[in-house]
């Protein structure tokens, strides 16, 4: 059975429809990434899975637990990693993660975990020490105290230095590899594409896309070839290719639906004229550029 369930989840607020009838599942084991532009409605649909919010309509199954009904029972399964957790400032690391281990049925070991998230020389630090990156790998060693099973990221590396973003993807990574399954929201696209196995765009509340990023990216876009002109050659000079193409000085870009074809027929070109084409690449649209597409927002 799958992880979650989601079927025509609605809430409202007043005369807003922060959550319109949202559908979508996440498989066991699989990294899924909510989507959305601010106030699209990610942090009241995670928020109504994890049993904090209640909803209006629709149908939510998480674990094979609805949240708003689940109770202590549904808690013990999964962990919850927000982005503002207020801590006990005079504890220390250690102690702080024993307290948590203390909640659950099955707790992990914290100092694996401490030492898991990077933590261990900061074991002993009292927690009001903590710099703001190490707060945020501390709530994520809390996240992960009770062994859950489905773990909710709340925008896991924002404020990251870059080390320490791919540090938290790694981390992500191994949880995944262990079977744990993870909801995460972001606003880094290049963060969903290199860890969701799976992602759901809201807008408005509502959901505008779902699928594997490679399936989004391939849906209906194009890639770009690009390459100079060799001396002495007009983009006139060029062989008839099916893409769009556009020159700025010497730097000629394809947009092109059919990139196999469109390569061999210029690389065909430029062989029989014995002469090389110079920056050669071929480029797909990032995520970013589908998501921007997605949300309605300028591409350039
Ligand atoms: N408690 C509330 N009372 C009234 N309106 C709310 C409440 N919580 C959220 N909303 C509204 O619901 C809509 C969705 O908000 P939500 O916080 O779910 O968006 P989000 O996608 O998480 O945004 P962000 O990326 O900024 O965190 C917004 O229009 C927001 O103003």
């Given amino acids: 059975m799958s992880a979650v369930i989601v079927q025509g989840l609605t809430k409202t607020y007043g005369t807003v429809k922060a959550v319109d009838e949202v559908s979508f599942t996440v498989e066991r084991g699989e990294v899924f990434a909510l989507l959305g532009p601010n106030g699209a409605g990610k942090t009241t649909t995670v928020e109504i899975l994890e049993g904090h919010r209640d909803r209006d309509a629709g149908e939510v199954s998480v674990l094979g637990f609805d949240p708003a009904t689940g ?30 281990a203390g909640f659950y049925p099955c707790p992990r070991d914290p100092d694996e975990v401490i030492e898991q998230v990077g933590l261990k020389d900061k074991r002993d630090a009292r927690v009001r020490t903590l710099s703001g990156g190490q707060r945020r790998r501390l709530d994520l060693a809390l996240g992960l ?70 399936a989004l990216i391939g849906a209906g876009h194009t890639s770009v070839l690009s390459f100079r002109l060799p001396a002495g050659t ?18 000629v870009s394809i947009e092109t639906a059919q990139p196999a074809r469109d390569m061999h027929t210029l690389t065909g070109w430029a062989l029989d004229r014995g002469t090389e084409l110079t920056s050669l690449t071929l480029a797909r649209p990032s995520l970013e550029e589908v998501y921007l597409d997605l949300v309605g927002e300028a591409t350039s």
């Fill in 145 to 214: 105290a009770g062994r859950p099973e489905l773990l909710f990221l709340d925008e896991p590396t924002t404020g990251f230095d870059p080390s320490a973003r791919h540090r938290a993807w790694e981390l992500i990574e191994g949880l995944r590899s262990s079977g744990t399954t993870i909801l995460l929201t972001t606003h880094y696209m290049d963060e969903a594409q290199h860890l969701a196995d799976r992602v759901a765009v809201l807008r408005e509340g509502r959901l505008v896309a779902a699928g594997a990023p490679e």
């Fill in 71 to 100: 109770g202590r029972g549904y808690r013990e399964h999964i962990g919850i990693v927000l982005q503002e957790a207020g801590f006990e400032e005079e504890f220390s690391v250690v102690e702080l993660l024993r307290l948590y």
């Fill in 234 to 251: 007009m983009p006139a000079d060029l062989p008839a290719l099916t893409g769009h193409v556009e020159a700025r000085g010497p730097v």
